[in-house]
């Protein structure tokens, strides 16, 4: 089975309650980071979970919510060096790779090529390692702010016959969920704040979910009273359902 960790679960700002997006892949092998919300490095730092074990960061677009964490993430990886550790960046626009390399130059933190590598990412296989492959599956998030053709992806994550479809962020009326990706049973990780819950229960429900875990939570479902109102909204599925919190660990 793969063991996803919600390192951090709010929507586009942190809340009192969650950090911004990024959720690990965590394996003996390697660690894999899909998306990099700050302070992704202080949530890996508290979970004991040792840099030179990542060896891959997808990201689905390049909001901030979703990228800032990089530039810390990046020097906590090359301050503590470990032998034969390396980290690929995978980005969906080019123009994001000098935008960090310049960051960190302005900070005087540029990480050696041995160890830190990018690469822009396009439709299709993007990983395959230690029995995993990763899938790039378009979206279009970027169209509910007028974006068109501006890239965004989900990714679809198997291993060992489990088949795991990460979402990122999605259009406002979830006409780009990747309802293809569910020809054949698949676990999902899925945002919840860019469109009406009402309306993705109706789409989820004919689909083959074998578990359905929500992150990327807006405002509306924190709380006790709002995550009621989700858990009753979301009871109308014929599967299990999770609203994630930082921290949380799931099994698929």
């Not at 990747?178 to 999902?188: D, L, M, N, W, Y």
């Not at 994630?244 to 698929?252: K, P, S, V, W, Y």
Request: aromatic share 10%; hydrophobic share 40%; with cysteine.
């Amino acid at each position: 089975m793969m063991k996803f960790v919600t390192l951090g679960t709010s929507h586009g700002d942190p809340t009192r309650e969650r950090f911004n997006t990024s959720t690990l892949l965590d394996a003996e092998e390697c660690g894999i980071l899909f998306d990099a919300g700050a302070p992704v490095n202080a949530l890996l730092i508290r979970r004991g979970v040792p840099f030179g074990r990542l060896r891959h960061l997808f990201v689905t677009h390049m909001h901030e919510d979703h990228i800032g964490g990089i530039p810390g993430l990046l020097k906590s990886f090359v301050k503590y060096p470990v032998p034969g550790q390396r980290l690929t960046v995978h980005l969906p626009e080019e123009a994001g790779i000098e935008a960090i390399l310049g960051f960190l130059r302005a900070t005087h933190r540029m990480p050696p090529e041995e160890l830190v590598g990018f690469d822009v990412l396009s439709p299709g296989a993007v990983y395959r390692e230690n029995g995993v492959t990763v899938r790039a599956v378009p979206t279009r998030h970027m169209e509910n702010e007028g974006l068109s053709g501006v890239p965004s992806f989900g990714f679809c994550i198997e291993s060992e016959g489990s088949r795991v479809i990460y979402t990122g962020d999605l259009r406002f009326d979830f006409a780009d969920f990747p309802r293809g990706e569910f020809k054949q049973p698949a676990g999902c990780i899925c945002e919840c704040t860019h469109f009406s819950l009402e309306r993705a229960v109706k789409v989820l429900g004919a689909l083959p979910v074998r578990k359905l875990v929500c992150t990327h939570v807006a405002d509306r479902w924190h709380g006790g009273e709002g995550e009621a109102e989700f858990r009753r909204l979301a009871s109308a599925l014929p599967f299990p359902v999770a609203l994630a919190h930082d921290g949380d660990e799931f099994l698929f």
